[in-house]
Structures are given as C-alpha cells and as structure tokens.
C-alpha cells in the first residue's frame, strides 16, 4: 500500500533562517506530488506541485520554492523564512490519472 | 477570489441525526467535487468524490449531493456519530488534477 511521510512534525525558526521540509512516498511510481499550506482560518492553499522529476509548477508568487530530486521526494525550502510563513504545510499525492489526493501528516511551522 | 466557498465556518449536531455541510462554487469549469475531513494536527483524509455528470453519490452513512445549475453541493452524514467531529473541507477541479479547497467547516457531533 501506498503511504507519504513528511518531516518534521514541528518546527519553530527565526525569521531569517532557512527552511526546508521533506516529503517522501512509498508504494507508487511517478506519482503527482504536492504542496500545500494552510494558514490559520483559512483553507488549503496549493503552493507548488510536480508532475515528473524537475518539473514544478508554482500556484502562489512567494518566498518558497520546491524542488524534486528523486521520483518519489519532494522539498519544501526557503532561503529566508518571514513571519508570514507560519502555517501547517501539506504534502499531498495523487496517481497520474486519477482524481484522490493523499496527504501526508502535515509540518506545523512556526516562525517567530 | 475564493472560487469554492463553506460559508459555514462551524456546525453542531446531536449524535444520530443528519449532518448537513454546504459548498459553493463560482467555476463553471470544475467537473470533479471531493470531501475531505482533517483532525487537529493531521492531514486531511479523503472522504467520498462526485463526478459532474452525476447528482448524487453515496457511500454508507456519507452521501454528496450536486446541484449544477446551483453551482451547489453538499455532504450529508446520517447518522451522525461523535467522531465525524472534525474540519471538512470540499474540494474542486476542473481535470487539472489541481484543485481548489474551501475554507472548511467544523463539524461538533454532540454526544
């Protein structure tokens, strides 16, 4: 069966710092994978998501970017995190020709 | 522009009746509606699905109802149990295999 992890579970930085979240699946082959974020009272945002290794595609101009090293990783990253960044960061992922997305445990950020 | 909107934020329901979540959609192009529902601290799971050529889809207690020319669907629970308590969220896209969340809304089922 297929399962998506993601690390960590918490994280608290200074603004300023760098970011960067993990997110792996197993079980499936060149799976969409993607990136979301929600924000205190607000629903899920999609930041970025990716189709194939190298490719991504950014839904929301901002201080984030992601990258794909490996079919079945994706990263989260920032080079320099802002308060606005805190939110409960989602990885999803869904199989090439179908519809369901899968989600991964979440990363509460907190930049303070 | 919020495209799919929960305009309830929260809603309380005795165990055993119906749970009624509302959505709304302002893109005639979405084609494909998803519930989900998300526990504190956890990421969403996928509850039940609608295609747009159907009205109507259930799934046990669960059933998702689509009103096209409304621009309308809802998620019905009966009967309700104590531990549906938790945030739903609708979904929808438009066959790019991205889509657009509402808000959510918070479930409570009173025991």
């Known amino acids: 069966s297929q399962t998506i992890h993601q690390w960590p579970a918490t994280l608290v930085q200074p603004v300023g710092s760098p970011l960067s979240l993990e997110c792996t699946v197993e079980?499936?082959?060149?799976?969409?994978l993607y990136w979301y974020r929600q924000a205190a009272g607000r629903g899920l945002q999609l930041l970025f998501y990716?189709?194939?290794?190298?490719?991504i595609s950014s839904e929301v101009p901002q201080n984030l970017s992601a990258s794909r090293p490996q079919d079945r990783q994706f990263i989260l990253s920032s080079k320099k995190l802002l308060l606005s960044d805190s939110g409960f960061y989602l990885c999803?992922?869904?199989?090439?020709?179908?519809?369901?997305?899968?989600f991964g445990p979440g990363t509460r950020l907190t930049v303070t | 522009d919020q495209q799919v909107k929960q305009n309830s934020p929260s809603l309380s329901v005795q165990e055993g009746r119906i749970s009624i979540l509302n959505c709304d959609y302002t893109n005639s192009m979405f084609d494909y509606f998803l519930w989900y529902k998300k526990y504190p601290a956890e990421g969403p799971t996928f509850l039940i699905s609608i295609s747009s050529i159907k009205d109507k889809n259930e799934d046990g207690r669960f059933t998702v109802f689509l009103n096209k020319s409304a621009k309308h669907l809802s998620l019905h629970i009966v009967p309700s149990q104590p531990g549906d308590s938790a945030v739903y969220f609708c979904a929808a896209d438009s066959g790019t295999y991205k889509y657009i969340f509402g808000t959510g809304t918070r479930l409570k089922v009173l025991a």
């Open positions: 999803a992922w869904s199989a090439g020709f179908s519809y369901e997305q899968y």
């Open positions: 990716s189709v194939g290794i190298g490719q």
């Open positions: 079980g499936t082959s060149n799976p969409n």
